[in-house]
């Protein structure tokens, strides 16, 4: 079958899979305790995906021309034996590509065994470097140093390139960033700053809370001289630097003031089966009814196509004072 492509043009490359929605922190631009508190009813076990119906739909998704998966949460890792889920997917002809995104609270246990079972490569989310900013951002008291530690046990494991995400919000975390970019310098790692985003309903985002990515490079061009480096390959969603010592490189993910929607290749399966094929979508797409029905395959993959044909999701691109209070799915449901 030939590569798809929605209204835009745009293939169909790229899957994110959350295997949960759950997850050990509270970040407030994610998950803030007001909300996702003691009473907040999680997906039971029995409307999630099973490992089975995942590799089933990652195998239909991949004849439609996917090359790469990337397991998200909420925080895989919190999902049992996910490195076994790790092992399924890596075997999967076609599949060129398979990463994993988490907070790294889990990572100095689980490196080893996400390698062993194939993974390729994984990225870690850590806000800043300041132990008080990065638990009020957390909001669960958990330490930097845990996370350096998982950092390390995954280099150690050979996942790598690592890259390092750091979300950067007004008033919470700018002024740390000069001393990420200071830490990771010749280490190999990769950082990304990511524009605070209004993701889903519940983080209280404002447009005066953004740092532009204009101004995230400028901070660090100050301390350390940057030179724009082109994309690795069309669609990459952050903007790439080096810098100009030698000493690595850092990319910007500019999703509100550099909307990069025109080459977005992306779909996004949650924990509990449903596809959006946007990260600000208002509704998803029940692929857990069709893969617990009778449908073949071959039905599936019809409907696949025909969902990704009719896509036309630009949000980013046609984001206003309005659209923030659109009722769209919470990030800690599909991933970043």
Same mark, same amino acid.
């Given at each position: 079958?030939?590569?798809?492509?929605?209204?835009?043009?745009?293939?169909?490359?790229?899957?994110?899979?959350?295997?949960?929605?759950?997850?050990?922190?509270?970040?407030?631009?994610?998950?803030?305790?007001?909300?996702?508190?003691?009473?907040?009813?999680?997906?039971? +076990?029995?409307?999630?995906?099973?490992?089975?119906?995942?590799?089933?739909? %990652?195998?239909?998704?991949?004849?439609?021309?996917?090359?790469?998966?990337?397991?998200?949460?909420?925080?895989?890792?919190?999902?049992?034996?996910?490195?076994?889920?790790?092992?399924?997917?890596?075997?999967?002809?076609?599949?060129?590509?398979?990463?994993?995104?988490?907070?790294?609270?889990?990572?100095?246990?689980?490196?080893?065994?996400?390698?062993?079972?194939?993974?390729?490569?994984?990225?870690?989310?850590?806000?800043?470097?300041?132990?008080? #900013?990065?638990? +009020?951002?957390?909001? #669960?008291?958990?330490?930097?140093?845990?996370?350096?530690?998982?950092?390390?046990?995954?280099?150690? +494991?050979?996942?790598?390139?690592?890259?390092?995400?750091?979300?950067?919000?007004?008033?919470?975390?700018?002024?740390?960033?000069?001393?990420?970019?200071?830490?990771?310098?010749?280490?190999?790692?990769?950082?990304?700053?990511?524009?605070?985003?209004?993701?889903?309903?519940?983080?209280?985002?404002?447009?005066?809370?953004?740092?532009?990515?204009?101004?995230?490079?400028?901070?660090?061009? %100050?301390?350390?001289?940057?030179?724009?480096?082109?994309?690795?390959?069309?669609?990459?969603? %952050?903007?790439?630097?080096?810098? %100009?010592?030698?000493?690595?490189?850092?990319?910007?993910?500019?999703?509100?003031?550099?909307?990069?929607?025109?080459?977005?290749?992306?779909?996004?399966?949650?924990?509990?089966?449903?596809?959006?094929?946007?990260?600000?979508?208002?509704?998803?797409?029940?692929?857990?009814?069709? #893969?617990?029905?009778?449908?073949?395959?071959?039905?599936?993959?019809?409907?696949?196509?025909?969902?990704?044909?009719?896509?036309?999701?630009?949000?980013?691109?046609?984001?206003? +004072?309005?659209?923030?209070?659109?009722?769209?799915?919470?990030?800690?449901?599909?991933?970043?």
């Amino acid at each position: 079958m030939p590569t798809v492509s929605d209204t835009l043009g745009r293939p169909l490359r790229d899957l994110r899979i959350s295997v949960t929605d759950r997850c050990n922190f509270r970040c407030t631009y994610c998950m803030p305790k007001e909300v996702f508190g003691r009473d907040f009813h999680f997906l039971p +076990a029995r409307d999630l995906l099973s490992f089975e119906e995942i590799i089933r739909l %990652a195998r239909l998704f991949i004849t439609l021309g996917v090359e790469k998966i990337r397991i998200t949460g909420g925080e895989p890792l919190v999902r049992r034996d996910v490195e076994t889920l790790v092992a399924m997917i890596a075997t999967l002809p076609g599949l060129h590509d398979l990463t994993l995104t988490t907070n790294g609270s889990l990572l100095w246990r689980k490196a080893q065994a996400l390698r062993a079972a194939g993974l390729q490569r994984i990225s870690v989310s850590l806000d800043s470097l300041d132990d008080a #900013v990065f638990k +009020a951002m957390n909001d #669960v008291d958990f330490p930097v140093a845990l996370v350096l530690d998982g950092i390390e046990q995954a280099r150690a +494991a050979g996942l790598h390139p690592i890259k390092i995400n750091v979300v950067v919000k007004r008033g919470m975390n700018e002024h740390t960033l000069v001393d990420m970019a200071r830490h990771f310098r010749g280490t190999g790692h990769i950082l990304r700053f990511i524009e605070y985003m209004d993701v889903g309903t519940t983080n209280g985002w404002r447009l005066a809370d953004v740092v532009p990515a204009a101004e995230i490079i400028a901070t660090i061009n %100050a301390a350390f001289a940057l030179e724009p480096l082109e994309p690795n390959y069309p669609g990459e969603v %952050a903007r790439r630097y080096r810098y %100009a010592d030698g000493a690595g490189e850092i990319g910007v993910i500019a999703s509100v003031t550099q909307p990069f929607c025109g080459d977005c290749t992306r779909a996004r399966l949650s924990s509990d089966g449903q596809l959006y094929t946007c990260l600000f979508a208002t509704a998803g797409h029940d692929l857990r009814a069709l #893969v617990r029905s009778t449908a073949a395959d071959d039905d599936i993959l019809e409907g696949l196509e025909r969902i990704w044909r009719r896509r036309e999701d630009r949000y980013s691109q046609l984001r206003t +004072a309005l659209t923030p209070d659109l009722s769209k799915v919470e990030m800690s449901r599909i991933g970043g």
